[in-house]
């Protein structure tokens, strides 16, 4: 996915305003702030992300451009509402969701995305970037990636033309469709979404457009659903590597590789879970509510760690955020 999207739809789209994109690694203090060096930069911008590990690297960012005399300046563009905007009447945040949604919808989102500028300002030389090819993103012995190929179009590009599809086709039955794993019933934007290449605000405003009704507001709120993982995440930083509930840290997990290989592979003889499982393998994604079977069937019937499941999700879902 990252191939395709810095390859096809990043370089296009940067390429047409008469600007070009850069591929770098390294600390991202020290690869900033050379690049900004080098293309005479008097500021540096980026949107913001909210996972622990990454809100201190930006933290240290914003310290080490700005003593070398740069403008440092963060944006809100992958979520609706920032997770200190939305708070319960005591000051805390939230813990359960319906509350949480409750209170988002009496607050405002920004309004509609501007359109892209027209031209955007070259430096006066092209500083030096990696190739891509370098980075080894794609695949080649075996080639898995084909299944991932049929079902998705990543960039930008991609993304506008998934969500007028859904717009158009699916979301008038959105309430019943979406929980028939066997039916093409939801959004599939979530890859989009996790890639930068949609925002949730493109999405507000799209579907905010076809006119109020129970299943715009039933979407709307699966896009809730994700603000809310970020509000927990931000509030609860360790939400990734410990239980949210302290009581299953004593909890007697069962170590079995072979239950878990199983399960990884679509083998387990439970045909909805396999489906999911295989699915997933091939395409990179999973239907929503065989998530929910496939994970609980993980932890509830095999009793595996959920961390071993979380491992396999990263490396599998396009979705992965």
């Known amino acids: 996915?990252?191939?395709?999207?810095?390859?096809?739809?990043?370089?296009?789209?940067?390429?047409?305003?008469?600007?070009?994109?850069?591929?770098?690694?390294?600390?991202?203090?020290?690869?900033?702030?050379?690049?900004?060096?080098?293309?005479?930069?008097?500021?540096?911008?980026?949107?913001?992300?909210?996972?622990?590990?990454s809100r201190e690297r930006d933290a240290r960012l914003k310290t080490a451009l700005s003593e070398r005399g740069l403008a440092v300046e963060s944006f809100k563009a992958s979520l609706l509402f920032e997770p200190w905007e939305v708070a319960t009447q005591s000051g805390d945040p939230f813990k359960v969701f319906t509350p949480f949604w409750r209170a988002c919808r009496t607050l405002s989102p920004a309004g509609p995305p501007l359109p892209a500028p027209k031209s955007l300002q070259a430096p006066t030389s092209w500083p030096t970037g990696e190739p891509?090819?370098?980075?080894?993103?794609?695949?080649?012995?075996?080639?898995?990636?084909?299944?991932?190929?049929?079902?998705?179009?990543?960039?930008?590009?991609?993304?506008?033309?998934r969500l007028t599809d859904f717009l158009d086709e699916a979301l008038a039955d959105y309430r019943r469709s979406r929980d028939l794993p066997g039916v093409e019933g939801t959004s599939r934007l979530s890859p989009h979404l996790a890639f930068g290449e949609i925002s949730p605000r493109q999405i507000w405003h799209a579907a905010m457009s076809r006119g109020v009704s129970a299943s715009t507001e039933k979407f709307l709120s699966e896009v809730g659903w994700r603000e809310f993982a970020y509000h927990l995440l931000f509030h609860n930083g360790d939400l990734t590597e410990r239980n949210f509930r302290p009581e299953f840290n004593s909890f007697p997990w069962a170590d079995s590789k072979e239950s878990l290989t199983a399960w990884q592979r679509g083998r387990t003889g439970y045909p909805i879970v396999d489906?999911?499982?295989?699915?997933?393998?091939?395409?990179?994604?999973?239907?929503?509510r065989v998530r929910m079977i496939a994970a609980s069937f993980l932890t509830k019937d095999l009793l595996i760690d959920w961390r071993q499941g979380e491992r396999w999700f990263w490396d599998t879902l396009v979705d992965a955020d």
């Open 132 to 161: 891509l090819a370098s980075w080894r993103l794609l695949p080649t012995a075996p080639d898995w990636a084909g299944g991932m190929r049929a079902a998705w179009t990543p960039g930008e590009a991609g993304a506008r033309q």
């Open 275 to 288: 489906a999911g499982m295989r699915e997933l393998w091939t395409t990179g994604w999973m239907h929503n």
């Open 1 to 53: 996915w990252l191939f395709h999207c810095f390859l096809q739809a990043l370089e296009a789209a940067v390429g047409r305003p008469g600007s070009r994109r850069g591929l770098r690694r390294g600390p991202a203090e020290k690869v900033l702030a050379d690049l900004a060096a080098e293309c005479g930069a008097e500021s540096v911008l980026w949107n913001r992300v909210y996972d622990q590990a």
